[in-house]
């Protein structure tokens, strides 16, 4: 079993930076991809980014150039380093792990509001 839970979170200003991070309980090596979503009120989830074990990765077009994932498999943890924030990045983000023939692991979500 695998649990998943956020940090980072929070209110920043417009061009601001925050950083998130995802960290593991369990079985971190199996998650071969994970990465991160994001919901806005009134809004489906959208895919932000990914990353696999081997170190394939992978950009939702809104925040290339803005974003960067990571993974530290000795902290067991995934990071999304967010840069150059804007209003319309505001969303709750989710971390998700994914495991061959698994369900899918979920954090529970922390709060982005960018804001002057």
């Known amino acids: 079993q695998v649990q998943l839970v956020e940090s980072g979170g929070g209110l920043v200003q417009p061009g601001g930076s925050l950083r998130l991070s995802c960290t593991a309980s369990g079985s971190f090596s199996s998650l071969n991809i994970m990465g991160w979503y994001r919901q806005a009120p009134g809004n489906g989830r959208e895919l932000v980014a990914t990353i696999t074990t081997s170190g394939m990765i992978n950009y939702a077009d809104s925040v290339k150039g803005r974003f960067t994932i990571s993974r530290d498999n000795a902290k067991n943890t995934v990071y999304l380093q967010m840069n150059s924030l804007k209003p319309e990045d505001t969303a709750v983000y989710y971390c998700?792990?994914?495991?061959?023939?698994?369900?899918?692991?979920w954090g529970q979500g922390t709060q982005v509001t960018v804001s002057s």
């Open positions: 998700y792990g994914d495991r061959p023939f698994k369900p899918r692991y």
